[in-house]
């Protein structure tokens, strides 16, 4: 992968696999609804620049989920 950073927030950070064109989103820490919500959005902003027909979500660095976002 050849991975450019668009955006990092304190649970996730995104970047653009330029070889395979696709969005590559690593989860990390602990994730609260809150959170979710307010990284969302900085996920959507990565999609007004670009459209990128596929996303590959890393979970593998997340200590905990709270149960209402799991549920």
């Not at 999609?47 to 660095?61: K, M, T």
Request: aromatic share 12%; net charge negative.
């Amino acid at each position: 992968m050849n991975l450019q950073t668009l955006c990092a927030t304190s649970t996730v950070a995104a970047y653009y696999d330029t070889c395979n064109n696709w969005l590559f989103l690593e989860w990390e820490g602990e994730l609260t609804l809150q959170s979710i919500k307010r990284d969302s959005v900085a996920i959507v902003r990565c999609f007004l620049g670009h459209n990128y027909p596929r996303v590959l979500n890393s979970n593998a660095h997340l200590t905990s989920v709270e149960w209402d976002v799991a549920g």
